[in-house]
């Protein structure tokens, strides 16, 4: 089964996207992930990405196609995958029906703005082991620092609001012509295509779109 999340950054696309994956025993495809791990490491793709990253715009096309491409053809993707950040734009969409590749659902997960920002500028992170917190909705014991360890917490620069305004501009002018590209194939039946409310519990949403993949 292969399906594509839809949404602008800070749907919780990538939390429904793991959720999925585990159930259906197919991978989970986040360019975000892929692109985060080549900067750590410092590979050329990383150096390449770094700086579109940081302050809210896209990678170019060329790049991140060849990254996802490249990534369905491993061994593990013969059964399906899950699309989660990818494709972001028409171009992206449009390399993918260029090699055929054919989707049983695309879901759109929709969060009004000003909730998505709450979301997002709230998070911190203890670098060294990936914890996450949230200063509303899961806050450390002591502010800006790590439960575990006492050190101090970050805030990704993507997280930082302006450029979460940015990202969610850059959603609509470049992603967001996306919904309206695969409604018409779903009009064809061509696919899938459903949009669900984003907004509430982990669990209900991923029940929505467990029930809607049947
Ligand atoms: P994400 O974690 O999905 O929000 O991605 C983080 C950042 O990686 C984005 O703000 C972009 O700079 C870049 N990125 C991830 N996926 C794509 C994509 N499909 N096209 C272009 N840039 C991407």
């Not at 700086?51 to 053809?73: E, N």
């Not at 997960?109 to 670098?127: F, K, M, N, T």
């Not at 002591?142 to 609001?161: F, N």
């Amino acid at each position: 089964m292969r399906i594509i999340l839809l949404g602008a950054p800070g749907v919780g696309k990538g939390t429904q996207a793991s959720l999925l994956a585990q159930a259906l025993h197919i991978p989970k495809i986040a360019t975000g992930d892929m692109l985060r791990t080549a900067v750590k490491a410092g590979t050329p793709l990383g150096l390449a990405a770094k700086h579109y990253m940081d302050s809210g715009k896209l990678v170019p096309d060329d790049i991140i196609i060849k990254l996802a491409i490249d990534r369905i053809h491993e061994s593990d993707c013969q059964n399906g995958f899950i699309f989660d950040g990818f494709p972001r734009t028409l171009p992206q969409a449009q390399a993918l029906a260029e090699i055929n590749l054919q989707f049983n659902y695309v879901i759109e997960i929709a969060v009004p703005d000003e909730e998505i920002v709450q979301r997002l500028s709230g998070r911190r992170i203890h670098l060294p082991s990936g914890r996450v917190y949230h200063t509303l909705y899961h806050p450390p014991v002591k502010a800006d620092h790590d439960d575990v360890t006492g050190e101090r917490l970050i805030q990704r620069d993507d997280d930082k609001e302006v450029t979460i305004r940015k990202r969610l501009e850059v959603y609509y002018a470049e992603t967001a012509p996306l919904v309206e590209y695969y409604a018409q194939l779903a009009e064809a039946n061509a696919l899938e295509f459903y949009r669900i409310d984003g907004t509430g519990e982990v669990d209900d949403i991923q029940a929505r779109i467990r029930e809607l993949i049947g």
